[in-house]
């Protein structure tokens, strides 16, 4: 399952300021669909004429929904969840362990398949429709997605295999991805993450078949939504898919961080999870949310072809599990291809204690960037991705350090404070200049923005 987020429309960046190993000819900012196999993403991305872009193998024609940059097109393809020994492929090792040895089937063949090369290019039908988002609902926006065109995007949650998977007859599942958003630059939050999901449907007797006088109990009913429960589920049933669901989900952190690991649960809303929850963990004295779970819209699962089961679903961030375990500072690390960094995960089993060993930490370069904004078009999503595609990973964080309206002309001027740092050495005030001077002279004719440098 996934948590919604915010979304908007990415402008057209000069060639300079793109990845050198993308090759997208015409309008450059566009993108496409894949297939199931991973392609290296120096070939991900290519694009036969001026109005299409071709990522991993296929074509797809651009619209005034494309919004996706070279930058992140580049990323398409690295599969890091898939790459032995990085720490997003122990974590996920991890989970697989666990869940393959804790929960089996009848003739002790592990209960849950696990999914975990799945094409990150779907269609919006699967990303918000099968999911039952509404039409006008704010987690569509373009402000917070890449979209390739109007029917396909890079997915933004695992949930987006939800309804396929559950449609091709299984009943319990782990589904393991790179997911792609919109977002804050900063040392928590990058445009391509990783995310598990997981999903376990029950029938009437797997549900009960432990219950002391079960005979009368049902899965489902004539009723009412309330806060607890859908119209059509019995209290009975939610209550038993609530406890294990928070049943299997608290011994999973739990076999990950350790024995005494403190959990609390947050009552949340998700349109396609009712009644829904966050997880939240004590790590080392400091509580942090790791996991959105709930019990799945019966619509859903009906619609999937499983009409005569309920089930529960949950969505977790790999990173976020990782920078937790590892101790890793900056979400940017897990895109190092520094030996310092990789080496420090090559252990002889997954379950090794890893503490992460930082590298040396280079000095902060920061420097200003100020302009007046155009009328109703500018969104500062679209600026992060300007930043982002010119600076690429030596930007560390933008904070909008001042907001300031004209008291004559009411025109809205922002100040962002780039932070430049690399994860791996020292930058140069040279070199810094030469990226923040692009990204001024970008924003002016990209996004329309009148500059006070």
């Not at 089996?104 to 429709?129: A, E, I, K, M």
């Not at 797997?206 to 859908?230: M, Y």
């Not at 976020?320 to 080496?343: C, G, H, T």
Request: charged share 25%; hydrophobic share 35%; with cysteine.
């Amino acid at each position: 399952m996934a948590m919604l987020w915010k979304f908007m429309r990415v402008a057209k960046y000069s060639k300079t300021a793109l990845s050198p190993k993308v090759k997208v000819r015409g309008v450059p900012t566009h993108s496409r669909h894949s297939s199931s196999k991973s392609v290296p993403s120096d070939f991900a991305a290519n694009t036969p004429c001026s109005n299409t872009v071709e990522l991993l193998g296929k074509a797809y024609p651009q619209d005034d929904y494309s919004n996706v940059t070279e930058k992140i097109l580049s990323k398409v393809g690295k599969n890091l969840h898939n790459k032995k020994h990085h720490p997003l492929w122990l974590i996920k090792e991890q989970v697989k362990d666990h869940f393959y040895k804790q929960y089996t089937g009848r003739r002790g063949t592990p209960l849950f398949s696990v999914y975990d090369g799945l094409s990150p290019v779907v269609t919006v039908q699967q990303n918000f429709d099968s999911l039952l988002i509404p039409q006008n609902h704010v987690s569509r926006r373009k402000e917070d997605n890449y979209y390739l065109n109007r029917d396909h995007m890079l997915r933004a949650h695992t949930s987006a295999h939800q309804w396929d998977l559950i449609h091709s007859g299984l009943d319990a599942f782990l589904a393991v991805g790179d997911v792609y958003r919109r977002d804050t630059i900063d040392n928590t939050h990058y445009p391509v993450f990783h995310q598990m999901e997981g999903v376990r449907l029950f029938s009437c007797h797997e549900l009960f078949s432990n219950i002391k006088d079960a005979e009368g109990l049902r899965l489902f009913e004539q009723g009412h939504r309330t806060a607890h429960k859908q119209e059509c589920h019995t209290m009975e049933a939610v209550r038993l898919v609530e406890f294990n669901l928070k049943q299997v989900l608290t011994k999973l952190v739990t076999h990950i961080f350790g024995d005494g690991l403190q959990v609390k649960w947050v009552d949340c809303y998700f349109p396609f999870t009712h009644p829904s929850f966050e997880m939240e963990i004590n790590f080392q004295g400091e509580w942090m949310e790791v996991l959105g779970c709930g019990v799945m819209e019966q619509q859903l699962v009906n619609s999937a072809g499983a009409q005569d089961k309920i089930g529960w679903a949950f969505g977790l961030g790999l990173e976020r599990l990782a920078m937790i375990l590892y101790d890793i500072p900056d979400i940017r690390l897990f895109w190092s291809e520094d030996e310092r960094f990789l080496k420090q995960f090559i252990v002889p089993h997954i379950w090794q204690k890893i503490k992460f060993q930082p590298l040396s930490r280079y000095p902060p370069l920061i420097n200003d960037i100020s302009f007046w904004l155009p009328s109703e078009t500018y969104s500062k999503n679209d600026f992060y991705d300007l930043a982002r595609t010119i600076g690429g990973d030596l930007i560390e964080k933008i904070v909008l350090v001042d907001e300031f309206t004209h008291p004559k002309t009411k025109k809205v001027s922002h100040c962002y404070r780039i932070i430049y740092r690399h994860p791996e050495r020292t930058l140069t005030q040279d070199e810094v200049h030469r990226i923040h001077q692009a990204i001024e002279e970008s924003s002016v004719r990209e996004l329309g923005v009148e500059g006070r440098f």
